[in-house]
Antibody
């Protein structure tokens, strides 16, 4: 079945970097895009960016522009999201989600990766 | 940028119909998608392209989109439908998704 398996929880200090992985299975990786969305405790969904599964085109949200890099490794069907210069308000659950080309919704989600920024 | 507005909460009794709205400027020109998120879980797509359902989503879930308001309708509400619901569209000017603030559905 289609799955997105994310890496485990992370605890980081302010100013550090974190890299979250998202391994896809059950479908042809390069024919879909991957989006990244985060959710701070008790808050709503906040879009961070997306990356095309084939050619690696990216589009980042202004809120993290300059601090985020999204990449893919097509040989392992894995997407990555690196966030640098972490701040306390980056504490959130980070989700990856699959976006089909034929419509603009996210049809499969990973279970999420908790990233805690604490001194 | 495009803004989506949802009511913070909606309450309904079991067996009744819940309607969750999503307001946006001329939203009828956009495709609206809806997600259900239960506590401690990842979001799940329940309606896409205004009114289509992914496989496995009960027919009790339906959607509509007209004017400046899109609506998610849940018929014969069950206790298990209690969750946060988010609407989403794609902002073509910036080529990125926009999420509503979410609506907490409480089943009384």
């Amino acid at each position: 079945q289609v799955q997105l398996v994310q890496s485990g929880a992370e605890l980081k200090k302010p100013g550090a970097s974190v890299k979250v992985s998202c391994k896809a299975s059950g479908y042809t990786f390069i024919t879909y895009d991957i989006g990244w969305v985060r959710q701070a405790p008790g808050q709503g969904l906040q879009w961070l960016g997306w990356i095309a599964g084939d050619h690696g085109k990216t589009n980042y949200a202004q809120r993290v522009q300059g601090r985020v890099t999204m990449t893919t490794d097509t040989s392992t069907s894995t997407a990555y999201m690196e966030l640098r210069r972490l701040r306390f308000d980056d504490t959130a659950i980070y989700y990856c989600a699959r976006k089909p080309r034929r419509f603009d919704a996210f049809d499969v989600w990973g279970l999420g990766t908790m990233v805690t920024v604490s001194s | 940028s495009y803004v989506l507005t949802q009511p913070p909460s909606v309450s309904v009794s079991p067996g009744q119909t819940a309607r969750i709205t999503c307001g946006g400027n001329n939203i009828k020109t956009k495709s609206v998608h809806w997600y259900q998120q239960k506590p401690g879980q990842a979001p799940v797509l329940v309606v896409y392209d205004d009114s289509d359902r992914p496989s496995g989503i009960p027919e009790r879930f339906s959607g509509s989109n007209s004017g400046n308001t899109a609506t998610l309708t849940i018929n014969r509400v069950e206790a298990g439908d209690e969750a946060d619901y988010y609407c989403q569209v794609w902002d073509t000017s910036s080529d990125h998704p926009v999420f509503g603030g979410g609506t907490k559905l409480t089943v009384l």
